[in-house]
């Protein structure tokens, strides 16, 4: 596919993202939370763990801000839908991390672990918005630290 033709079909996947949340609604009965604001452009988003001590089975979310934060905690909920391991977790925030701080250059690894949140790979190329493409993720990481909530 033409370089081009898959900047578009990742724009989209993006714009479906932001527009139709995956996750979004706070839910109780969670293991932790986090709220991280961005204030460079205002983005704020509040992350809850859902699942169990050895299993994080979900994460719901509210937030508001730019297409690319709210695509990138959407994307970020289906990737634990199915139940990741803390430790599970810890490695694809970090796979996502060096993948934003990858200036478009991509990272020497199989896109697998991240899904479709390899689409927001673009957004590394602009460091301005390396910010909002890490708001739910960081928020997530920040969760994993603390004592459970409710």
């Known amino acids: 596919m033409m370089a081009n033709a898959l900047d578009s079909l990742y724009q989209q996947v993006i714009l479906d993202h ?18 991280q604001l961005n204030p ?27 297409s690319i934060s709210m695509a990138s ?3 970020l909920s289906d990737l634990v839908a199915e139940g990741l ?22 990272i020497e690894q199989d896109d697998e ?15 301005a918005r390396v910010k909002c493409g890490m708001l739910a993720w960081v928020a997530t990481e920040h969760a994993m630290t603390k004592e459970h909530g409710a």
Not at 18 to 35: I, M, N, T, V, Y
Not at 88 to 96: K, V
Not at 113 to 127: H, I, N, Q, R
């Open 85 to 106: 391991s803390r430790e599970q977790l810890a490695e694809r925030i970090e796979l996502f991390r060096a993948l934003m701080h990858s200036r478009g250059k991509g």
């Open 73 to 75: 905690a959407s994307i």
């Open 40 to 66: 460079t452009c205002g983005d704020e988003i509040t992350v809850r763990l859902h699942g169990d001590d050895a299993l994080i089975t979900g994460i719901s979310w509210e937030g508001q801000g730019c």
């Open 113 to 127: 672990p991240l899904g479709d949140a390899v689409v927001l790979e673009g957004v590394s190329k602009f460091s």
């Open 18 to 35: 932001s527009k139709q949340r995956h996750g979004s609604g706070l839910r109780d009965g969670f293991l932790a939370e986090d709220h």
